[in-house]
């Protein structure tokens, strides 16, 4: 009987001490939430437009951040908790493209946000004075 109580006893103390080693107390096991990118999904882009992503600040030390456009590296950061790039319609053939946010904190976890953008081409231009519109 004596035995059973100390094998569960072991038992016990083994299971405890798996569970609170998968996290520690800052939570540095957890990959940091890419809070923001200011491109909408399925937003068309018909002309060059800045780009901004947001990390936890927490998360920065150390940390690393790339963005690609259709698998290709377009920009690279290290230790930056906001970026802000552009993207050049130009550079780009007509249609529907994919532009991937990874960020790769120190410990080398790393989290992915990826939005689906349309490239069109604009066929003409008209500016008219102010005063012309609605006469």
Same mark, same amino acid.
């Given at each position: 009987?004596?035995?059973?109580?100390?094998?569960?006893?072991?038992? @016990?103390?083994?299971?405890?001490?798996?569970a609170? @080693?998968?996290?520690?107390?800052?939570g540095?096991d957890?990959?940091?939430?890419?809070?923001?990118?200011?491109?909408?999904?399925?937003?068309i882009v018909d002309?060059?437009?800045n780009?901004? &992503? #947001?990390? &936890?600040k927490?998360d920065v030390?150390g940390?690393?951040?790339?963005?690609?456009v259709? #698998?290709?590296?377009?920009?690279? &950061?290290t230790?930056?908790?906001?970026?802000?790039?552009?993207v050049d319609?130009l550079?780009y &053939?007509t249609?529907?493209h994919?532009?991937?946010?990874v960020?790769?904190?120190?410990?080398?976890?790393s989290?992915?946000?990826?939005?689906?953008?349309?490239?069109?081409r604009?066929l003409?231009?008209i500016n008219?004075?102010?005063?012309m519109?609605?006469?």
């Amino acid at each position: 009987m004596e035995q059973k109580k100390s094998g569960f006893l072991v038992l @016990c103390i083994v299971i405890f001490s798996i569970a609170s @080693c998968s996290k520690n107390e800052t939570g540095s096991d957890i990959v940091t939430e890419i809070s923001s990118i200011s491109l909408m999904s399925d937003q068309i882009v018909d002309e060059k437009i800045n780009i901004s &992503a #947001s990390f &936890a600040k927490e998360d920065v030390p150390g940390s690393s951040v790339e963005v690609f456009v259709d #698998s290709q590296s377009i920009y690279q &950061a290290t230790e930056q908790a906001n970026i802000s790039f552009s993207v050049d319609p130009l550079d780009y &053939a007509t249609g529907t493209h994919s532009l991937k946010v990874v960020f790769t904190k120190m410990d080398g976890k790393s989290t992915e946000k990826e939005v689906q953008f349309s490239v069109q081409r604009k066929l003409i231009t008209i500016n008219l004075p102010q005063n012309m519109i609605n006469q």
